[in-house]
């Protein structure tokens, strides 16, 4: 492939990379109006969490917009404002892409991705019930930390980008290994609910298993369109095309809306907790009706009562519904 015709896919993929993130922008502005109107709400003991998540949301919003606002700038000046460039809207890309507000972008990107992955980390843990299992994320975490400050600083020399120099194989080496760390929290969630919802199936029933195997909650849960984005740029990125480009804004503005998504289902009292999965076994006792004092063909009281005893270790979720049992 020439390096015009390289320019051309780039320059189309970067146009049509820049129409998919307004409409995925709008997406994730109304979950963020929606989720701050639910947090915002006084619910008593969950304000000081409400308050956090509140702040936390706000950030990404802003961090994302950074990235939005930067992108439409230089699409203006390369396409609109600097229209006769000597050698086109190709040259002033590879001339202007490392101009100061897209590293700011940049920055704004790895700030928003470290911010996501802490809280995929977070939900881990609690989905787990256990700091163990999340110590290799963490260490994965910290070398995405590590990775994203040389990033930053690579991709800040003028006529530099993720393409270009040095930074190819830091950016390379810091999307690895932070697409290898979402892989992997993504897989350990998904297996954490779908082998309890097996447990609910073989204990309660289909009935009440049937909300862990339900597609919105896999998805929201495990951030999962964040990873498969991921993945997909990474694919791009690694066979170095010019599509890259598009995958990599998809990519980024995942990196907000799965997380806001998340924060919308913990707001709606629907999200997984630490009790979901380690509730406190109850015993349920059942028993035959006592015969009524008209008659019936129930056998008296006096023949002897049954009582039958299941240690119940499952649960479901809070706000799905409760199991009720009447007094024997």
């Avoid at 977070?122 to 930390?145: D, G, M």
Wanted: net charge positive; glycine share 6%.
């Amino acid at each position: 492939m020439s390096s015009k015709s390289e320019g051309d896919v780039l320059l189309n993929s970067f146009f049509i990379a820049i129409n998919i993130e307004n409409i995925l922008y709008g997406i994730e502005l109304f979950l963020y109006i929606k989720t701050l109107h639910l947090l915002l709400r006084d619910r008593g003991a969950d304000k000081k969490d409400n308050l956090f998540y509140a702040i936390f949301s706000s950030i990404m919003m802003l961090l994302i917009t950074v990235w939005i606002a930067t992108q439409a700038v230089f699409g203006e000046n390369m396409w609109v404002l600097e229209y006769g460039f000597p050698g086109g809207p190709f040259v002033y890309w590879s001339t202007n892409i490392g101009v100061w507000y897209m590293t700011l972008a940049v920055i704004a990107v790895i700030i928003l991705q470290l911010m996501t992955d802490a809280l995929m980390i977070h939900r881990c843990r609690i989905i787990w019930n256990s700091y163990r299992v999340v110590v290799v994320p963490i260490v994965l975490w910290l070398a995405t930390l590590t990775l994203g400050v040389l990033l930053a600083w690579s991709t800040s020399a003028p006529a530099t980008s993720f393409h270009s120099g040095i930074a190819t194989q830091i950016s390379l080496a810091y999307w690895s290994v932070s697409i290898f760390l979402n892989t992997t929290l993504t897989s350990m969630i998904c297996w954490r609910v779908l082998r309890h919802g097996q447990k609910v199936q073989e204990r309660i029933g289909k009935e009440y298993a049937s909300l862990y195997f339900a597609v919105a909650t896999i998805v929201v849960e495990s951030v999962l369109p964040y990873t498969l984005s991921g993945i997909a740029f990474l694919v791009t990125f690694g066979a170095d095309t010019p599509t890259a480009a598009a995958f990599l804004c998809v990519y980024f503005m995942f990196m907000c809306i799965s997380p806001q998504m998340l924060i919308f289902r913990v707001a709606a009292g629907k999200a997984w907790n630490n009790k979901t999965f380690s509730r406190p076994g109850s015993t349920i006792k059942f028993s035959p009706e006592e015969p009524s004092q008209t008659g019936s063909n129930s056998p008296p009281a006096a023949v002897g009562q049954e009582y039958i005893s299941r240690q119940c270790r499952t649960s479901v979720p809070d706000g799905y519904g409760k199991v009720r049992f009447s007094e024997v």
